[in-house]
């Protein structure tokens, strides 16, 4: 079975995709330089699988290190997760956000070719289809990035493209995500946002647990069902999944692709607190508040190119979701009735 290196692979797509790849019996390396993670995912994931996880300490610019790790891991393909992602930043430290997400994947790429290792899967963003002109939206929908953290990821997967037309890469697939949620059933790895939440479902696990007193629910006058903004949201255990299928698949198929990585299926933010209160049992206070600038009211994939090409398809409900990310906060918040 192949090698797998995954950057980031200690941060939440990252570790929960380490714990499906294992599943499917790859050998899994670890390169994290832990800016944004907590230490002790590598234990917990050797716990949770019983497998052993190679983990190297390390920034992806650092070529020399990277290109070792490649070589003495025989490493057949890289998954690239390691990045900055917070919008907001990017709009207040631009040149930061070029510099890990656009320098940081072109120092990998070097990386890659000094080692000779030729795949990649790397994680994009359905940010990049911005204001979408209906949904679903299929890959071939216009982008229109409307932030810096949008263009380095639009910047990346054209990047990787060139490399494969040009040769120096056999194939590489963008996998494009929608809104991932939700943490391993295990509750023993899950998401760790820093400060105040700014996505939905972190926020109302830290309602659910005490930790912020109510939800404000940004807008209620979009044109949706009931008026609150519509998400594709994508369980982190399916979402992890389709990047083994897809790595799979473009270790057997070269050449370069991008696929939507949803459930096909818009949630509101009332259905979600609807289901989380159903899930968990906890009610969730809400208000309703201005609209948040910049958002768009719906938005949700065609995910029908991950199944015909990988043979993909999200499994798991939004009441998964819900409770698998509310047994993640409440261990964390030390609340042992779940
Ligand atoms: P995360 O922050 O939990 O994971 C990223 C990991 O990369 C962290 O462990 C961090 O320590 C590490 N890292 C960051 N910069 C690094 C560097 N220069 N060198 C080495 N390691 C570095 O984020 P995540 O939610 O797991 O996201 C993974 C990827 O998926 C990112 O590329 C992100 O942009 C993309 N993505 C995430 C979402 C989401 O909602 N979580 C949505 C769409 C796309
Ligand atoms: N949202 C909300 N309150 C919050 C956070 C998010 O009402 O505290 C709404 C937001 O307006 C959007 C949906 O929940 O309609 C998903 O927001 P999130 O930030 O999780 O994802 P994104 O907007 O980036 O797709």
Same mark, same amino acid.
């Given at each position: ?26 050998? /899994? ?25 190679? #983990? ?30 917070? /919008?907001? &930043?990017? &709009? ?17 790429? &070097? ?17 990049? +289809? ?8 299929? &890959? ?36 494009? +995500?929608?809104?991932? #949620? ?20 972190? +926020? ?91 958002? #768009?009211?719906? +938005? ?17 409900? /939004? ?18 009735? #779940?």
């Amino acid at each position: 079975m192949p090698n797998i290196l995954l950057t980031g692979g200690a941060g939440y797509i990252g570790s929960h995709t380490a714990v499906a790849l294992l599943a499917r019996g790859h050998t /899994v390396t670890l390169l994290d330089n832990f800016a944004n993670a907590e230490r002790e995912v590598p234990d917990r994931l050797a716990q949770l699988t019983g497998a052993e996880i190679l #983990v190297v300490e390390a920034d992806i610019r650092d070529v020399e290190t990277v290109a070792t790790a490649l070589a003495d891991q025989n490493i057949d393909a890289v998954i690239h997760f390691a990045a900055l992602k917070a /919008v907001g &930043e990017s &709009e207040a430290d631009p040149l930061l956000y070029y510099e890990m997400n656009i320098v940081g994947t072109i120092r990998l790429f &070097e990386a890659m070719q000094k080692a000779g290792t030729k795949n990649l899967v790397f994680s994009s963003s359905a940010t990049v +289809y911005g204001q979408p002109d209906a949904s679903p939206i299929l &890959e071939n929908a216009p982008t229109r990035v409307q932030n810096i953290y949008g263009r380095t990821k639009l910047v990346m997967e054209d990047l990787g493209a060139d490399l494969v037309r040009t040769g120096f890469l056999k194939g590489v697939v963008n996998l494009r +995500y929608f809104n991932p #949620v939700g943490a391993h059933s295990s509750a023993m790895i899950g998401e760790t946002p820093s400060g105040v939440p700014n996505n939905l479902m972190p +926020y109302i696990t830290q309602v659910a647990t005490g930790e912020r007193p109510y939800l404000q629910v940004f807008g209620n006058d979009y044109d949706t069902p009931d008026g609150t903004g519509v998400r594709d949201y994508i369980h982190v255990m399916d979402l992890a999944e389709a990047h083994a299928l897809a790595l799979e698949y473009i270790l057997q198929t070269p050449g370069a692709l991008t696929v939507n990585l949803g459930t096909g299926t818009g949630i509101s933010v009332l259905d979600m607190i609807h289901a989380f209160e159903r899930a968990t049992g906890r009610t969730i206070p809400f208000k309703i508040s201005p609209r948040r600038p910049g958002d #768009v009211a719906s +938005y949700y994939a065609n995910p029908s190119l991950a199944e015909r090409l990988f043979n993909w398809k999200a499994k798991l409900t /939004v009441d998964d979701m819900c409770r698998d990310s509310w047994r993640w906060q409440a261990r964390r918040a030390g609340i042992n009735d #779940v």
